[in-house]
Structures are given as structure tokens and as C-alpha cells.
């Protein structure tokens, strides 16, 4: 059997002001063709399949056009489940439509399947909350695949009947995990796990989650599981919420993280993005390949030594998106910024770093704001540790004047 393991679409998702809805359809289509290329019989989606609980209605309609074109009007499985990004309701509704096409849309831990067989003969057999057990059209075995979308911890231990209890949530999952494996995996088919959650090796090094996304890892979130909790019939784990592809483990089995699409933050920038096949057959171990994906935009961050070297840069390299550092005794004014952006239409930011005329990083005391002083005076003392040492213009100061006194009227 093989299996395309993918997450983190994040669709509708914008870096700053740029929509990056035509490079997330570019990478939709490129992965429909990765699975139509190495003739996968089923397609799993880890989670984050939106950015926002209300996406926009063009990412709506990219994931529903991207999932029917990887079913294969119904004889290509593809299950999907809710990541922390993603409202649960809103990504079950579609689900009695969606069914006819063999895709299955789970949005909570609890969520049941109920069984069906579509037109072209891909069969539901058995489920219960959180698994389903999946007859492929072109494999002798089944799939059985245990599946646990993103909760907070509340949630999560409300399902698994530990509201009440002391016991950690990694310890409920396990044993609700124990339960479903020993119930319905044994070796005549192929076992898997798929989650959305936090997953690291026990006492290993604790990865930062991704820049500007939502974090499990919080209080009301939910902690960190550990890869000793899969049972041992489980032969391979996808898992959503972490961008960069890696496998935390490799015992019991290959627990891999497959990485979103593309790069969603400048902490990414240095990524190849990836999708996972596994190819596993019953009481075997799995082989697993990461496939690159090659769409979208790079994404760069880069350092500068003046506002003219900055300018030769971007016009030489016009299609990235950028990140500039620009070293400068004094705060960039308006000309400055204008004169880059005229060259470059990709400019996420321009941050400058303020340098002594020695050459040195200039350090400045965290601002203190004394509030029996003058408001005009806390103003320009606040422009001045924001931008260095020359204070604002008059003009500045008196648009300041302005705001604060349509404010006061008010």
C-alpha cells in the first residue's frame, strides 16, 4: 500500500500584506500530481488544512477543489483531520457530500465514520470514534488508521474520560491508543497513527514551533506527547503542526512530521518543503521518502551596510520575498524606504540596526515611560529610542499634536 502523508496547508494563509493564495494553488497542484505520479492508494492531511477558523471563501474553494482532485472521483481515499488552526465543526460539515467522493473530514478526537462504499468501490469497513478501517481499491490490505485531531487539553481529556483524573493527557492518549490498536491491529493490514499534536522523544530537545503560528505547547493547550506513547502495532505516524520534515523517532516505528507546503515565516526560509509516501505492507516495517516540493516564492532574509547596497540586491534579485537589515547611524526616513520599495515589490520588511560612526551595534536603555512628564516631550523621546538619535521633524511633532487632540475630542 502507499500512502501520502501530508499537513499544514494553512490555505488562506498571508505573509504580512501578501496573499499567497496563487502559490498555494501552484504547490495543490504540484502535490495532486506527486500522488497521481506515484499512484498512491490513499492521501492523509495532518492538520492546519486553513490558517484561520474563517477562511476566506478562495481558500475554501482551493481545499475542496484540491481534495476531489486527489480522491479521484472516489477511488482514491483521502481523510483529513482538524489541526489547531481549524474550527472542528466547520470542517466536518461538508462531510455527507464529501463522503461520495471517499473523503472523510474529522474534526474532533471523537468524531465517528460511518461506514460506506463509494461508486468506484472504496469501502469503509469498520469504525468507531477516533479510527476507521479503510479498503483501498487497489490494495489486498486494509488500512487501518487511528486518528487524533487537535484539542486543547480539556477537550481532549473530556473524550477520553479523564476530566476528573490527575493523569496526564500523554497517558490517556496512550492507553485510548492501546485500546483501538489491540482492538483492530493486528497484522493482516496496515496500521498507522495520524495526529495533530505537540510529538517529541522522551527527554529529547524541545523544537520551537513555528514563528507566528498558535502554539499547543500553552497553558490550555496541550503537552508535549512522547514517542513511547504509540503502541507497538503501529507501523508508521503523520503528523501536523511542526513545518520542518523530520521524523522524531524511528522506534516503535517512523514518527514523522512532513512539513507544510511552503514557507509561511522567515524562521522557515532555509527549508525544503516536502510531502511524505510510505510504503508499508502488513507486519512489515515501513519505507518512507520525502518528496520536495518546489513551488512558491523564497523567502529571504538579508543584511545590508547602506540603503544603496540594499538597492543593487533587489534589483538583482527580484522574485523573492525579503526580510532587509539595514545598518545605519540614524533612523531610515521616508525617502529611504520609498526608494527601496520602487525597486523591489516582494519587501516584507526593512528593519534598521542602529550602529555607532565606530562601527558598533548602538545600545539603548529599554524605554521607560515616566507619566508625570509632558505628553509631547515622552512623545519625542519614545521617536528618538525607536529610531535613533535625531529627534522627529516639526512636521512629526506636529501631526502628533494632531491625533492626540482629535483623540481628546473624542
Known amino acids: 500500500m502507499k500512502i501520502l502523508h501530508t499537513a499544514d496547508w494553512h490555505l488562506g494563509k498571508k505573509l504580512d500584506q501578501f496573499s499567497r493564495l496563487e502559490e498555494q494553488r501552484e504547490v495543490m497542484a504540484e502535490i495532486c500530481e506527486i500522488a497521481d505520479l506515484q499512484k498512491v492508494d490513499v492521501v492523509i492531511i495532518a ?62 478526537p471523537d468524531t465517528m465514520i460511518q461506514p460506506f462504499t463509494t461508486e468506484a468501490g472504496v469501502k469503509i469497513l469498520q469504525s468507531e470514534p477516533g479510527f476507521v478501517e479503510i479498503q483501498p481499491l487497489n490494495s489486498e490490505a486494509s488500512l487501518r488508521l487511528l486518528f487524533t485531531p487537535y484539542a486543547n487539553e480539556l477537550r481532549l481529556k473530556t473524550y477520553l474520560g479523564g476530566e476528573d483524573s490527575e493523569e496526564n493527557l500523554r497517558n490517556l492518549l496512550q492507553k485510548r491508543w492501546t485500546a483501538l490498536a489491540d482492538k483492530y491491529c493486528d497484522e493482516k ?42 503502541p507497538p502495532q503501529i507501523q508508521y505516524v503523520a503528523l501536523g503542526h511542526l513545518h520542518r520534515h523530520h521524523c522524531i523517532d524511528e522506534k516503535p516505528c517512523p514518527i514523522v512530521y512532513s512539513s507544510s507546503p511552503l514557507c509561511y515565516s522567515f524562521a522557515e526560509a532555509d527549508q525544503i518543503k516536502k510531502v511524505v509516501i510510505i510504503d508499508v505492507e502488513p507486519g512489515q516495517k515501513a519505507n518512507y521518502q520525502a518528496i520536495s516540493l518546489t513551488k512558491g516564492r523564497p523567502l529571504i532574509r538579508q543584511e545590508f551596510g547602506s540603503v544603496e547596497e540594499a538597492v543593487a540586491w533587489l534589483v538583482a534579485n527580484p522574485e523573492q520575498y525579503v526580510e532587509i537589515t539595514i545598518r545605519t547611524e540614524t533612523f531610515l ?59 522627529p521633524s516639526e512636521n512629526i511633532v506636529s501631526l502628533f499634536r494632531e491625533v492626540i487632540s482629535q483623540h481628546t475630542e473624542l
Open 47 to 108: 492538520g492546519d488544512l486553513f490558517d484561520t477558523f474563517n477562511p476566506p471563501a478562495e481558500a475554501q474553494d482551493l481545499f475542496f477543489k484540491t481534495v476531489h482532485r486527489l480522491s479521484n472521483n472516489g477511488a482514491r481515499a483521502v481523510i483529513a483531520i482538524a489541526g489547531n488552526h481549524d474550527m472542528p465543526e466547520r470542517i466536518e460539515a461538508p462531510h455527507p457530500l464529501a463522503e461520495a467522493n471517499a473523503i472523510m473530514l474529522c474534526g474532533l
Open 189 to 230: 493490514g496496515v496500521n498507522l497513527l495520524m495526529a495533530h499534536l505537540y510529538f517529541m522523544k522522551k527527554e529529547g530537545a524541545v523544537e520551537e514551533e513555528p514563528e507566528g503560528e498558535k502554539s499547543i505547547l500553552h497553558v490550555g493547550g496541550a503537552q508535549a506527547i512522547f514517542s513511547e506513547n504509540i
Open 333 to 391: 526616513d521616508g525617502t529611504a524606504r520609498k526608494q527601496l520599495a520602487d525597486v523591489h515589490s516582494f519587501i516584507v520588511d526593512v528593519i534598521p540596526k542602529l550602529i555607532t560612526k565606530e562601527g558598533a551595534i548602538a545600545t539603548t536603555d529599554p524605554f521607560q515611560i515616566d507619566d508625570t512628564r509632558d505628553l509631547n516631550a515622552l512623545f519625542i523621546e519614545y521617536f528618538k529610542y525607536k529610531n535613533g538619535p535625531e529627534e
